[in-house]
């Protein structure tokens, strides 16, 4: 006559689940330049300076990829301040470069003058979803950018950091208005609670009694078999931390073991 019971790691089951939601952005683009004069580090009006943007950007993103050659006669860092548009295929990264997004095919040129647009971790949860850009731009699933008119020629715009939610146009042009789908990850908990045949077979129902005492005509009948209602998960202290209520009572089996399984979402 068991009442509580002790679970153990092979009863619970913790599954991650990507979860997809749609959303979009129509903040303004921020400019930013580096042949401009810096003017102060506050910027103007509350503007953010064009010059430490620029800066900023090219040492997040762009000044850790280097030309697969850079450690010969001609290798150079993957920077081009004309902006004159190279791909360069065989690119790598420095193994410092937090925007790191596992494709070696990623454009990294970066001009002179760039648009900047920084969507907050509140409107794309845990990562923009690659593949999901479109508007005024879209994306190639690989971060690089492409507008409706350049994507079937393979010119490539300018990069998305999914993780990071930015997007940077290199080419100097506006990014847009632009839809995309954020994601975050839940996690759904399974328990499965078990009822072997000699468990679980007390019943609170007070039809059951006759005074203080089992009434010995229900209880030794072949017949007898609680139902179960409700599922309790209790923590180490035997504090209550969770009810589960089931759709319809479920009989226990007198001969076989009855599982069930809690699932939480979290």
Known sequence: MGVFKKLTGADVRVTPIRVKFPANDSSADVTGTASTSKINFNGVGGVLDPYYLHKSIRQLYYGAFFKADYAGAQGSLFYN?????????????????????????????????????????????????????????????????YTM??????????????????????DGNSIGNINYSGSYTIYATQYKCTADPD???????????????YD?????????????????????????????????????NPYVSTNFIVRLDR
């Open 81 to 145: 301040g004309a902006g004159n548009g190279i791909i360069i295929k065989d690119g790598t990264f420095s193994r410092y470069d937090p925007s790191f997004q596992g494709s070696g095919t990623y454009h990294r040129d970066l001009g002179n003058t760039i648009k900047v647009k920084s969507i907050r971790s509140i409107f794309f949860g845990e990562s923009i979803v690659p593949g999901s850009i479109s508007g005024g731009v879209r994306d190639d699933l690989k971060g690089n950018l």
């Open 216 to 252: 010995p005509s229900i209880v030794e009948s072949a017949d007898f078999m609680p139902y179960v209602t409700t599922i309790g998960l209790y923590n180490e202290n035997q504090e209550l931390m969770m009810v589960a209520k089931l759709a319809r009572p479920v009989k226990l």
């Open 149 to 170: 008119a350049s994507q079937n020629n393979d010119v490539v715009v300018g990069n998305v950091f999914y993780d990071q939610g930015i997007l940077v146009r290199t």
């Open 199 to 213: 468990e679980f077979n007390y019943t609170l129902n007070p039809t059951i009694l006759s005074g203080s005492e």
